[in-house]
């Protein structure tokens, strides 16, 4: 219960982040700032739904399978609401994902604070320790830390036309695929999880859309 009531606290300050994160940037997109907190609400809930239905996905029926989340669910379908969204209200699509990555981002971030708190997902015993474990879920808060940082400022200074959330996939496909040889997994293939099969998924489909972006913006020129 405990876990759950902190997940709860941490995906509200995530939607909060988000929020703030909006009305920052919201003449961008043409929104107004009321419209910025039902938007960081429903992107939060979306984003439970993606990383649970993954989750789901990887494990079926197995007992505790609707307990369990899948952040490359994240990863692979917000996406799918950006692009809706923006050709739903008639907005730039580009600065659609760039805007949102920077809500995404922290949403995981926070997501990855419960497992901390919750006692999951954590790494390997570091061999020769007396049961210290490798820091996998601290790794990774500090990487998503520093990608708000350095794309946060690049989004704000109009530097990324598009190229945040692909940015975003690449980076993430290549920390989660050397990160996961540090993490234990019940879905394993010898030293191979089913999670460094997402993040070459994700780093290829990442570099093929920031590809056709820098492609697109050279022809443009």
Known sequence: ???????????GIGTLISFSWLCLL??????RWYAALPIALLHTLYGVVTVKAFA???????????????????????PVAYWLGAKLFKRKVTDVFDIFS?????????ARINCIIAGCCSGLLIPGT???????????????????VWLGHRIINQQTNGT??????????VFRFFVEFLRYSEHSF????????????????GLSFYAELRSKKKVRR
């Open 1 to 11: 219960m405990r876990a759950d009531f902190a997940l709860l606290i941490l995906l």
């Open 26 to 31: 919201g003449k961008r997109l043409g929104m």
């Open 56 to 78: 789901f996905l990887e494990t079926g029926f197995a007992e505790g399978s609707f307990d369990n989340m899948s952040l490359f669910g994240g990863v692979f379908f917000m």
């Open 102 to 110: 920077i809500c995404m981002i922290s949403t995981v971030m926070c």
């Open 130 to 148: 007396s049961g210290l474990h490798w820091p996998t879920r601290e790794m990774e808060i500090l990487f998503y830390i520093i990608l708000l």
């Open 164 to 173: 945040a959330y692909p940015i975003y996939m690449i980076a993430y496909g």
């Open 190 to 205: 010898g030293i191979f999880h089913i999670s460094h099969l997402w993040a070459m998924l994700s780093f290829c489909i």
